[in-house]
């Protein structure tokens, strides 16, 4: 069984910082990439950030320059540091990995979501 478990919501005033991370636990035996996504109230859940096994990553053009993924392959852990937060991004947000619990097979795991918000 694979669990992933977030932390580092909360409340933060505009223009602060938070730091989410998610780690990946379980009978992993490969991740291949790992993510965040978020959803606002009446919103599609959307992108935020993605980095692959190597490192590659990807932004959400509303993030970009704000938001930084990282990730520890060790603790099968990715991390999202967020700066000069806008009450836009108040949002649920999700960790997401593709992980194969055997050769071959990957599929997407959902975290249970950690909620941000900025207020004004």
């Known amino acids: 069984q694979v669990q992933l478990v977030e932390s580092g919501g909360g409340l933060v005033q505009a223009g602060g910082s938070l730091r989410l991370s998610c780690a990946a636990s379980?009978?992993?035996?490969?991740?291949?990439?790992m993510g965040w996504y978020r959803q606002a109230p009446g919103k599609q859940r959307e992108l935020v950030a993605r980095i692959t096994r190597r490192g590659t990553t990807t932004y959400a053009d509303s993030v970009k320059s704000r938001f930084t993924i990282s990730k520890d392959n060790a603790k099968n852990t990715v991390y999202l540091q967020m700066s000069s937060l806008k009450p836009e991004d108040t949002a649920v947000y999700y960790c997401?990995?593709?992980?194969?619990?055997?050769?071959?097979?990957?599929?997407?795991?959902w975290g249970q979501g950690t909620q941000v918000t900025v207020s004004s």
């Open positions: 379980g009978s992993i035996f490969s991740i291949n990439a």
């Open positions: 997401n990995a593709d992980i194969s619990v055997r050769i071959g097979e990957f599929r997407p795991y």
